[in-house]
């Protein structure tokens, strides 16, 4: 199935999961996760993640949903830009990566995701998304799942258009030198 890029609120997402660009505390935070929070029901929300405690950069962990209309939320903890010389590129993949492992280890379907550290934790929108749909793409090629990315902001939109033609005109391009 193919990625679909959507202008939407993520809260109102009809999937199976959405991810909560979450902190290591698992905190009720700003941007998307307070939407998250407020949407889910933030007394439940907040005591399932307590009893959790920690998840570290570059990792997840699942939640049930709550009030949202997801069963569940998957609370991936993206990195802090910090210049691009820290290893953030690889810990946000990561994020993505261990969100789409734990989406197959709980038997979903469909889940919708927010460009993970773009807003406050302040990387770039244009790696963000390179970032996002490579890692998809590269999950999509091997497993079958509605994967939405789910833009906030409708200015986004051709970025990300722009962004998926050149990984997806460099997924092909590997697949014509492996063939």
Known sequence: ????IV???ITKMQTDAIVNAANERLAMGGGVCGAIFAAAGVKELTRACDAIGFCSTGDAVITPG???PARYIIHAVGPIWRGGHEREQELLA???DRSLALAVENG???IAFPLISAGIYGVPKEIALSVAI???RRFLDQNEME?????FNSADLPLADDCRNRVEAECAKLKAKQS
Do not use: E
Not at 147 to 151: K, R
């Open 108 to 110: 979903i379907n469909s």
């Open 1 to 4: 199935m193919p990625l679909s």
């Open 66 to 68: 709550f009030a949202l």
């Open 134 to 136: 490579t890692q998809i």
């Open 7 to 9: 202008k939407n609120d």
């Open 147 to 151: 994967v939405y990315l789910v833009l």
């Open 94 to 96: 990561s994020c993505y």
